[in-house]
Nanobody
Framework: QLQFVESGGGLVQPGGSLRLSCTAS????????IGWFRQAPGKDHEGVSC????????YYADSVKGRFRISRDNAKNTLYLQMNSLKPEDTAVYYC????????????????WGQGTQVTVSS
């Protein structure tokens, strides 16, 4: 089972920025389609953004389009999510997971969730 470690979360004011990182051990990230999901308090998990294997396609949820950017540094075997213009509704635990990814959507592969990283947007 693929395992990921997320980091970079924290407390930020509305309008601020954060960059989340996702690292993997034991396998090469760019061999897989990988995505970011989030779970806000009391809500189901939501697909935020993904990047397909070999970077062929990317997807962004409408709620983050134009504010978030997903990228991959193959040399560091790390996936990033740059989050700008953050809003209180972006508050959630963010998870990095293997996904099915296409330009119009994403869905999680496998079961279970990692530890995630908490993002809190508040003044």
């Amino acid at each position: 089972q693929l395992q990921f470690v997320e980091s970079g979360g924290g407390l930020v004011q509305p309008g601020g920025s954060l960059r989340l990182s996702c690292t993997a051990s034991g396998f090469t990230l760019n061999s897989y389609s990988i995505g970011w999901f989030r779970q806000a308090p009391g809500k189901d998990h939501e697909g935020v953004s993904c990047i397909s294997r070999s970077d062929f396609a990317t997807y962004y949820a409408d709620s983050v389009k134009g504010r978030f950017r997903i990228s991959r540094d193959n040399a560091k075997n790390t996936l990033y999510l740059q989050m700008n213009s953050l809003k209180p509704e972006d508050t959630a635990v963010y998870y990095c997971e293997a996904t099915h990814c296409w330009d119009r959507g994403m869905s999680k592969k496998g079961s279970g969730w990692g530890q995630g990283t908490q993002v809190t947007v508040s003044s």
